[in-house]
């Protein structure tokens, strides 16, 4: 394989160059990000649908458009980012004063899996591009259209020695990459398997990374939840991309006394949404027979209560929920990442932490309730990434909140102005002022421990 190394090095030139560091630069390549998306929507809509068959809508929502709002917040709330943050100072440090400079980073790196392979490269790109860094974009192989597509895209619209796409087998172009060149950030999101991996690689080099990994999320619905929204609000993300969305609903804990109502309505949602006559042309496929392979090997435990059916040919796989699955089948030991769905039931509160533990940590928690006690209950007990209430997977869609996992399910997080921050050193600056210089700060310090207590108490 042709070694990048001279092209990373050219990027560490014109990094150290400082061009990439004023407000206008910044700005204009998010414009710039902006107008490739828009003239390049309709090959990404044809990319996305060879690589998952996704409609155009579902691509404007959860690719285009979600990209596309990113940029839009950035370039609205850019120079505040940038502006210099005065901190407090300390008794201590009396008279000084205290502020904060957000620095680009340097080169950084981002990996992109395939299930939302345009939005998961391009929405950390937007943090990377406002702190002022140059970046090296990984696209995921499994998505080849939408990587072709994405190739094309950056390579018409920024230099190589700002932005370069390393296109290719992850395994054997990232360690390459990670090898021959210290990045100064590393942003993986993909399995925690290969997150692993890409910690270990970085750590020889003490690069910091933020990690997007996958988990088990898990859906709890109490006996007092509106039960119809319930099924609903799960059924359309669970199914959504077939399922292959890291804060899909894994599972669902329903409470005993309202399974069956529960069941009702998420059968009806599930076929009105994705598998009735009128809307089945809008259900994705599986991205590849390795995953359609591991996802029909599930249909094997557990009761199907609805769905089952799949075609290898077309890689569809139809949605699917389970019943009577034991806690130690398949699929309830790996996380899920397509469209079947086990329905468990509860009665007491000890048999859902119980399950929620044999996977730390979730990415996501989906509680549905109308008490505010519950609510409060459930997102105060268990750690996980973020969530809803009343809702499935759509904080990831709310900018304002930072996104990412804890523990097993990853570690930093972005979206909005937290992309930015993830891409940016906090650089701290204490200023002191000449004109008051006591003795008290200089030895011989004999005899000040006294008053050394008294400001340090
Ligand atoms: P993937 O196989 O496409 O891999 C992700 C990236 O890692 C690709 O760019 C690939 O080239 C690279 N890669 C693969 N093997 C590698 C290796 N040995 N060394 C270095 N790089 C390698 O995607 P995936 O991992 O199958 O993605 C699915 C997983 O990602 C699921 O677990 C899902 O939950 C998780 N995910 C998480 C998020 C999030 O935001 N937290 C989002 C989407 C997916």
């Known amino acids: 394989m042709e070694t990048m190394l001279p092209q990373l090095q050219k990027m560490r030139e014109y990094f150290t160059s400082r061009v990439t560091y004023t407000y206008e630069?910044?700005?204009?390549?998010?414009?710039?990000?902006?107008?490739?998306?828009?003239?390049?929507?309709?090959?990404?809509?044809?990319?996305?649908?060879?690589?998952?068959?996704?409609?155009?809508?579902?691509?404007?929502?959860?690719?285009?458009?979600?990209?596309?709002?990113?940029?839009?917040?950035?370039?609205?709330?850019?120079?505040?980012?940038?502006?210099?943050?005065?901190?407090?100072?300390?008794?201590?440090?009396?008279?000084?004063?205290?502020?904060?400079?957000?620095?680009?980073?340097?080169?950084?790196?981002?990996?992109?899996?395939?299930?939302?392979?345009?939005?998961?490269?391009?929405?950390?790109?937007?943090?990377?591009?406002?702190?002022?860094?140059?970046?090296?974009?990984?696209p995921s192989e499994f998505a080849p259209a939408t990587a072709a597509v994405l190739g094309k895209m950056i390579e018409e619209t920024f230099e190589q020695y700002y932005i370069l796409v390393a296109q290719g087998d992850g395994a054997s172009v990232i360690p390459s990459i990670m090898h021959d060149f210290r990045f100064d950030h590393v942003f993986y999101t993909g399995s925690t398997q290969v997150g692993t991996i890409i910690y270990e690689m970085a750590a020889k080099k003490l690069t910091p990374v933020t990690l997007e990994l996958g988990g088990k999320s898990p859906c709890i619905v109490e006996s007092d939840a509106d039960i119809k929204v319930a099924a609903k609000r799960i059924a359309i993300t669970k199914f959504s991309n077939a399922g292959q969305m890291c804060i899909a609903p894994d599972y669902v804990m329903v409470h005993q006394s309202v399974k069956e109502?529960?069941?009702?309505?998420?059968?009806?949602?599930?076929?009105?949404f994705y598998n009735a006559e009128s809307t089945r042309d809008y259900y994705s496929k599986i991205i590849n027979p390795k995953q359609f392979d591991r996802l029909v090997s599930y249909t094997n435990s557990g009761t199907i209560l609805y769905g089952g059916h799949y075609d290898a040919e077309s890689l569809f796989f139809e949605p699917t929920i389970v019943t009577d699955v034991p806690l130690d089948a398949p699929m309830m030991r790996e996380e899920i990442f397509g469209p079947v769905l086990p329905v468990l039931s509860w009665q007491h509160e000890e048999e859902v932490y119980k399950i929620i533990e044999q996977h730390n940590n979730p990415l996501a928690l989906y509680v549905f309730t109308s008490s505010n006690a519950r609510e409060k209950k459930w997102t105060r007990s268990i750690a996980f990434g973020g969530g809803c209430i009343n809702n499935a997977s759509w904080h990831f869609t709310n900018h304002h909140l930072p996104f990412g996992g804890i523990g097993n399910s990853g570690m930093g997080n972005y979206h909005g102005k937290f992309s930015f921050e993830t891409f940016s050193h906090k650089k701290a600056i204490m200023k002191t002022p000449t004109w008051f210089d006591p003795a008290l700060k200089y030895p011989p310090f004999k005899g000040k421990l006294n008053l050394f207590k008294k400001i340090i108490r």
Not at 41 to 64: F, G, Q, R, S, V
Not at 79 to 94: H, P
Not at 97 to 123: D, F, K, M, T
Not at 266 to 272: W, Y
């Open 25 to 138: 630069y910044r700005k204009q390549q998010l414009i710039k990000l902006k107008k490739t998306l828009y003239k390049y929507e309709k090959e990404i809509y044809a990319a996305l649908y060879a690589d998952l068959k996704k409609n155009p809508e579902e691509c404007w929502i959860t690719e285009i458009g979600f990209t596309i709002s990113e940029i839009n917040y950035a370039l609205k709330n850019l120079a505040s980012w940038m502006r210099l943050k005065s901190a407090g100072t300390n008794l201590l440090n009396f008279p000084s004063r205290s502020y904060i400079v957000h620095e680009p980073l340097g080169v950084a790196l981002i990996i992109a899996p395939w299930n939302y392979p345009l939005q998961l490269l391009l929405a950390p790109l937007v943090g990377a591009i406002a702190a002022g860094n140059c970046v090296v974009l990984k």
């Open 261 to 272: 109502q529960f069941l009702h309505h998420l059968k009806e949602a599930a076929e009105n």
